[in-house]
């Protein structure tokens, strides 16, 4: 009875940890962010060659596709927002992380997935400061956001790609 208590236990661990932890679904984020009758279109989006280039200036980070997917939330043929995806390395695994972006302020972040360990998502309360920031701010952490102790490279990760985010909209979005 022990033995297969154990084996139980250990196979339930090996499949956890081999499945993607995706914490919320970017149409649900969209929903809950903006309203739940919105529309919500995703497209994607390739980089030319220039605006690759300018946007990781803009940004001040190493770009690592040229690819990104963006969703709107439309009512009554009006935009309400977008929520852009940024697909980012934490320490040797991806995080996922939505900016929903409108009118030109990151109303706040959703994280969709998280391959680390779990005690590394940064808590709701640190997600908290990306609210109503406009974005022709870059952020930088230690000086606009500050560190979490013990997971310093989420925290690094997810600022980074708010400047991503942020070059992505004011270049391609902004205005439309």
């Known amino acids: 009875m022990k033995y297969i208590l154990l084996l139980s236990l250990l196979i339930f661990s090996l499949t956890d940890s081999l499945s993607a932890k995706v914490l919320v679904s970017p149409i649900d984020a969209m929903k809950e962010n903006y309203s739940q009758t919105a529309v919500i279109t995703k497209k994607n989006i390739l980089l030319s060659g220039e605006q690759f280039k300018k946007i990781q200036s803009t940004a001040k980070a190493k770009l690592t596709t040229k690819i990104y997917r963006i969703y709107v ?3 009554k043929g009006k ?3 977008y929520g852009i995806l940024i697909n980012h390395k934490v320490r040797s ?3 996922v992380v939505m900016y929903l972006i409108t009118k030109g302020k ?4 959703e994280i969709i997935a998280f391959n680390e360990p779990h005690e590394y ?3 709701k ?3 908290e400061q990306f609210q109503n920031i406009p974005t022709d701010k870059m952020l930088h952490l230690s000086r606009d956001i500050p560190t979490i102790t013990g997971a310093t490279l989420s925290a690094r990760s997810v600022t980074e790609s708010s400047r991503i985010a942020f070059a992505i909209y004011n270049e391609l979005l ?3």
Request: charged share 25%; net charge positive; no cysteine.
């Open 73 to 75: 939330a439309k009512e």
């Open 79 to 81: 935009t309400l927002g």
């Open 93 to 95: 695994k991806n995080a």
């Open 106 to 109: 990151l109303l706040g972040i």
């Open 121 to 123: 998502i940064p808590s």
């Open 125 to 127: 309360t640190w997600q």
């Open 174 to 176: 902004k205005g439309k």
